[in-house]
């Protein structure tokens, strides 16, 4: 079996999202394979980034400057804000390249069973930003769980009588998806989701 430093590397690559004790152990038979090409500079980039990258201050974004790249651009949209659960879920967004506002970051959702309550995510934040810009519309963007969608009716009972439009991200049938191969839950809510043509 590996030795002591190996197991080590091992133990903490097995901790990643999506990587398993057997998958942790292929991570690192690949790195050693390649140490020059691969592992060094991987090491070099990792402890780069752990010095340089902060959390906006503003949004909740990852980035090695404060504000970050999203809040400094000047040609974004003010008035509306996007309401994520994770910086995970805003870069999917901006991947999709369908956003051109501006981000809030709770760093999770509401969870009675995980004991996170309000004050355990920013928005108190959100509430500040909302009373102190020109925010127009907000978007819930929340996952469609049940602590998702507890989070979201929590946010939008704060910003009552405020004088800002509150929305959500439309939920349903995927683009390319079949009826026949979608869960009840989305089904039902993509009858209640429906439009006109």
């Known amino acids: 079996m590996a030795g002591g430093e190996i197991e080590h590397l091992m133990r903490y690559l097995a901790r990643l999202p999506g990587l398993g004790p057997r998958s942790a152990r292929r991570a690192v038979l690949h790195l050693l394979k390649r140490r020059e090409s691969l592992m060094l500079p991987l090491i070099e980039a990792m402890q780069q980034t752990a010095r340089t990258v902060v959390a906006c201050a503003v949004c909740g974004n990852w980035d090695d400057r404060d504000p970050c790249a999203i809040c400094r651009d000047e040609r974004r949209d003010d008035t509306l804000i996007c309401v994520v659960e994770e910086v995970s879920d805003?870069?999917?967004?901006?991947?999709?390249?369908?956003?051109?506002?501006?981000?809030?970051?709770?760093?999770?959702?509401?969870?009675?069973?995980?004991?996170?309550?309000?004050?355990d995510l920013h928005i108190d934040g959100l509430i500040r930003r909302v009373a102190d810009g020109p925010v127009r519309e907000v978007i819930l963007a929340m996952n469609a769980t049940v602590d998702g969608q507890t989070t979201a009716h929590y946010i939008a009972d704060r910003l009552a009588g405020r004088d800002v439009q509150i929305t959500r991200l439309a939920h349903g049938v995927p683009v390319g998806g079949e009826l026949d191969y979608l869960d009840d839950g989305t089904l039902a809510q993509a009858v209640k989701a429906r439009r006109g043509l």
């Open 90 to 119: 805003l870069w999917a967004l901006e991947r999709a390249a369908a956003f051109r506002g501006r981000y809030h970051v709770l760093g999770g959702v509401l969870s009675a069973l995980d004991g996170v309550g309000p004050e």
